[in-house]
């Protein structure tokens, strides 16, 4: 459903990701745990284009979002001479790849060969794409900062997007449009018990109600799949609870899960599978089981060590 | 002259000339007739430039950055001067009346300070708030009218209320030029009467009146805004 090729992400000269690729299935509950700093969220934040990926390719069901990384496939740079060269300058794999990439410096050398490549994927990501903002409305994020609209009342939060989104599509009666949203942000408000806060505004409300606001505003949005960014890491710690019990709810009901999260009793409980980053790498990926029980890479051991 | 004297001057100035002979209605009139075109026209082409400057055209951006410098950078005297003789030049309309090169002078320049003043509004606006709109999937046009502008317009009342203020003070400079607001008023009763100080201590009445019935009353305004959100 959701698919990261080969991302790599650069802020300047500090590399936060280095070749990530993952997959995430209809109905699974990810978690990405990891160390400060390790690129966790900046992954998460790659998957919707909140962040642009230097290189790499982002799918959502099919339909690519990124445009068509000319060097997706690490093989066909490893196969290079160029590479050859650059590792026996004493330049590491990876750092190779990076160059070459950066660089463009395959396409110097095989420039008969690039051009050819370049329309076919061009031809491949026209055939393929889907608007960035299309993409994204159907993978809706959390924030740690909750980030509802501060000018606008709980229920105009909720509503805004999936209105807006038919005005996009040329909705033919938005006033029936408008009160289905309404109707269905109001049953969504009642499932977690706020209705009676619809037409207040955010900063009367706790850090929770915040959050468990924002989470079903993204669920109004009918998304395929929902990226969670450290949703309990600005909570007070009697907050904690409302918030996860709401995401387990989300999860059971086969909702498909992404979240980047320091709470490791929902990650083990509730995922699927969790991916461990650091370095900006997957150094490891599994069960719960698996990942808690019997971690393999020392520094996932070192990780958990001190975390649990 | 003793204090008293100067305060029966202030009173007989105050009677005879802006009661008497309407200078007071005048020079208010003109006053308030040029700030209000100022802050008018300098919001319009403040917000335009601001808009303007977040535009990745770089031309466009090198130009407005360096009109906002200079006219920060040089004396508002010196301004007025300039298009004081230069505008009716530009426009060839040599008899252009002062009044209006003023206006477009003062205007120019408080448009370079309300761009500012409005680029820092949209800057102040939480990161936060762009990235969920456009993490729901909302343009960066809907983004821009629906969410950031208007949390920008109420970060920017309060200072846009200073530069009205502010405004009203250096409409003084345009006396320079007779142009019959408040602050001309001297000039007139000063060649009837030869009085000095009392005269300047009866206009400092007017302005402080104004400005500070006006600050007042953008206080109230303000705290309205505050409890609607």
């Given at each position: 459903?959701?698919?990261?090729?080969?991302?790599?992400?650069?802020?300047?000269?500090?590399?936060?990701?280095?070749?990530?690729?993952?997959?995430?299935?209809?109905?699974?509950?990810?978690?990405?745990?990891?160390?400060?700093?390790?690129?966790?969220?900046?992954?998460?934040?790659?998957?919707?284009?909140?962040?642009?990926?230097?290189?790499?390719?982002?799918?959502?069901?099919?339909?690519?979002?990124?445009?068509?990384?000319?060097?997706?496939?690490?093989?066909?740079?490893?196969?290079?001479?160029?590479?050859?060269?650059?590792?026996?300058?004493?330049?590491?794999?990876?750092?190779?790849?990076?160059?070459?990439?950066?660089?463009?410096?395959?396409?110097?050398?095989?420039?008969?060969?690039?051009?050819?490549?370049?329309?076919?994927?061009?031809?491949?990501?026209?055939?393929?794409?889907?608007?960035?903002?299309?993409?994204?409305?159907?993978?809706?994020?959390?924030?740690?900062?909750?980030?509802?609209?501060?000018?606008?009342?709980?229920?105009?939060?909720?509503?805004?997007?999936?209105?807006?989104?038919?005005?996009?599509?040329?909705?033919?009666?938005?006033?029936?449009?408008?009160?289905?949203?309404?109707?269905?942000?109001?049953?969504?408000?009642?499932?977690?018990?706020?209705?009676?806060?619809?037409?207040?505004?955010?900063?009367?409300l706790s850090g929770g109600q915040k959050q468990r606001?924002?989470?079903?505003?993204?669920?109004?949005?009918?998304?395929?799949?929902?990226?969670?960014?450290?949703?309990t890491?600005?909570l007070d710690?009697e907050m904690i609870g409302e918030v996860?019990?709401l995401?387990?709810?989300?999860?059971?009901?086969?909702?498909?899960?992404?979240?980047?999260?320091?709470?490791?009793?929902?990650?083990?409980?509730?995922?699927?599978?969790?991916?461990?980053?650091?370095?900006?790498?997957?150094?490891?990926?599994?069960?719960?089981?698996?990942?808690?029980?019997?971690?393999?890479?020392?520094?996932?051991?070192?990780?958990?060590?001190?975390?649990? | 002259?003793?204090?008293?004297?100067?305060?029966?001057?202030?009173?007989?100035?105050?009677?005879?000339?802006?009661?008497?002979?309407?200078?007071?209605?005048?020079?208010?009139?003109?006053?308030?007739?040029?700030?209000?075109?100022?802050?008018?026209?300098?919001?319009?082409?403040?917000?335009?430039?601001?808009?303007?400057?977040?535009?990745?055209?770089?031309?466009?951006?090198?130009?407005?950055?360096?009109?906002?410098?200079?006219?920060?950078?040089?004396?508002?005297?010196?301004?007025?001067?300039?298009?004081?003789?230069?505008?009716?030049?530009?426009?060839?309309?040599?008899?252009?009346?002062?009044?209006?090169?003023?206006?477009?002078?003062?205007?120019?320049?408080?448009?370079?300070?309300?761009?500012?003043?409005?680029?820092?509004?949209?800057?102040?606006?939480?990161?936060?708030?762009?990235?969920?709109?456009?993490?729901?999937?909302?343009?960066?046009?809907?983004?821009?009218?629906?969410?950031?502008?208007?949390?920008?317009?109420?970060?920017?009342?309060?200072?846009?209320?200073?530069?009205?203020?502010?405004?009203?003070?250096?409409?003084?400079?345009?006396?320079?030029?007779?142009?019959?607001?408040?602050?001309?008023?001297?000039?007139?009763?000063?060649?009837?009467?030869?009085?000095?100080?009392?005269?300047?201590?009866?206009?400092?009445?007017?302005?402080?009146?104004?400005?500070?019935?006006?600050?007042?009353?953008?206080?109230?305004?303000?705290?309205?805004?505050?409890?609607?959100?």
């Amino acid at each position: 459903m959701l698919e990261v090729n080969n991302i790599y992400k650069n802020f300047g000269s500090l590399k936060v990701l280095r070749g990530v690729t993952t997959h995430v299935d209809k109905g699974e509950v990810i978690s990405i745990i990891g160390v400060s700093g390790s690129g966790k969220s900046t992954l998460l934040r790659c998957m919707n284009l909140l962040e642009q990926p230097t290189f790499g390719e982002v799918w959502i069901e099919g339909k690519l979002m990124t445009p068509v990384d000319p060097y997706l496939h690490r093989e066909v740079i490893e196969a290079s001479n160029t590479f050859a060269k650059l590792t026996a300058s004493g330049m590491s794999t990876d750092d190779a790849v990076h160059k070459i990439k950066e660089e463009d410096l395959l396409k110097e050398k095989h420039s008969r060969e690039g051009a050819a490549y370049k329309k076919l994927m061009k031809e491949l990501y026209e055939k393929n794409h889907i608007d960035v903002n299309e993409g994204r409305r159907k993978m809706s994020m959390v924030f740690q900062q909750f980030n509802l609209f501060n000018n606008k009342s709980v229920l105009d939060n909720i509503t805004l997007a999936p209105i807006e989104t038919a005005k996009y599509h040329h909705a033919k009666n938005m006033k029936e449009v408008k009160e289905e949203v309404t109707e269905r942000a109001m049953t969504l408000l009642k499932r977690i018990g706020l209705e009676e806060k619809a037409n207040v505004y955010p900063s009367t409300l706790s850090g929770g109600q915040k959050q468990r606001i924002a989470i079903i505003r993204s669920l109004a949005m009918n998304p395929d799949v929902m990226l969670f960014d450290e949703p309990t890491s600005a909570l007070d710690p009697e907050m904690i609870g409302e918030v996860l019990d709401l995401m387990k709810e989300l999860a059971d009901s086969g909702m498909t899960m992404v979240v980047v999260t320091h709470e490791m009793g929902f990650a083990r409980e509730v995922s699927d599978r969790v991916l461990f980053v650091d370095e900006g790498y997957i150094k490891e990926e599994g069960t719960p089981e698996q990942i808690f029980r019997d971690p393999k890479n020392p520094r996932l051991k070192d990780f958990l060590s001190k975390i649990l | 002259m003793t204090l008293t004297e100067i305060l029966q001057n202030m009173w007989d100035i105050f009677i005879k000339y802006y009661i008497g002979a309407g200078l007071l209605w005048s020079g208010i009139g003109y006053t308030l007739l040029l700030s209000a075109i100022t802050v008018l026209a300098g919001t319009v082409l403040g917000s335009l430039m601001a808009l303007g400057k977040r535009t990745r055209f770089k031309p466009l951006v090198f130009v407005i950055t360096a009109f906002v410098e200079v006219l920060r950078g040089t004396p508002m005297l010196l301004q007025l001067y300039v298009a004081y003789f230069i505008i009716p030049m530009l426009l060839k309309m040599p008899g252009l009346s002062p009044f209006t090169s003023v206006a477009i002078a003062m205007s120019l320049n408080s448009a370079a300070y309300v761009s500012e003043i409005i680029r820092s509004g949209i800057e102040a606006v939480d990161k936060g708030q762009t990235e969920a709109a456009r993490a729901l999937g909302l343009t960066g046009k809907t983004t821009m009218l629906k969410i950031i502008l208007p949390q920008a317009v109420k970060n920017i009342l309060p200072a846009l209320g200073n530069e009205f203020i502010t405004v009203i003070k250096e409409t003084s400079l345009a006396s320079t030029f007779f142009v019959g607001d408040l602050m001309t008023t001297y000039k007139v009763i000063n060649g009837f009467t030869f009085q000095t100080v009392p005269v300047l201590f009866d206009m400092a009445i007017f302005y402080f009146l104004l400005t500070f019935s006006l600050s007042k009353l953008l206080g109230v305004f303000e705290r309205r805004m505050k409890k609607r959100a």
